[in-house]
């Protein structure tokens, strides 16, 4: 592994950790040239299932574009990146459990919505109303009070 600052081509390897998943093995490394610590990620290169979009358009899967759309609606949260990395691990498990070659955008959008509903409801809202398209706001009303209390939608809304 290549030094990121100093560009030397040999580092140490200080620790070594795996999650409790156990998809990605963390390690700790140290460059002897220049001391400086970083971390990095190891993962297996798995086979993703292409997206297919609501026109029909297949594209490949994109790991950085699902964390970037998670780390946007989780924004100025107090979300953990490594919780945001661990919400992509679990839907991209989630993704290759189908077994399926292709997955469609909304079936994505669908796991991406119920991975934010456990990290955080205003990350959830925030994505759902622009997932859904939300422009009526008494559709954003509904859809808070649907995220606030899932079971009861007849919450009333406070003046």
């Known amino acids: 592994m290549r030094c990121p600052f100093c560009q030397n081509k040999d580092t140490q ?18 460059c002897p040239a220049c001391g400086k610590r970083f971390t990095t990620f190891e ?22 574009k699902l ?12 979300v953990s990146s490594e919780k945001i990395e661990d919400a992509v691990d679990s839907i991209e498990q989630a993704m290759i459990l189908t077994g399926e070659r ?10 991406v919505l119920d991975a934010l509903e456990k990290l955080d409801t205003i990350a959830y809202i925030r994505f759902a109303s622009v997932y859904f398209n939300i422009n009526d706001p008494q559709a954003f009303i509904s859809m808070i009070r649907k995220a606030v209390d899932p079971e009861n939608e007849t919450l009333e809304v406070p003046k």
């Open 13 to 30: 390897v200080i620790d070594s950790r795996a999650p409790e998943e156990g998809s990605v093995i963390r390690r700790r490394r140290r």
């Open 43 to 64: 993962r297996a290169q798995l086979m993703m299932p292409v997206i297919v979009k609501r026109g029909g358009v297949r594209v490949e899967y994109d790991r950085q």
């Open 67 to 78: 964390y970037a759309s998670m780390a946007l609606a989780l924004r100025k949260r107090h």
């Open 102 to 111: 292709e997955i469609r955008s909304s079936r994505l959008g669908d796991l």
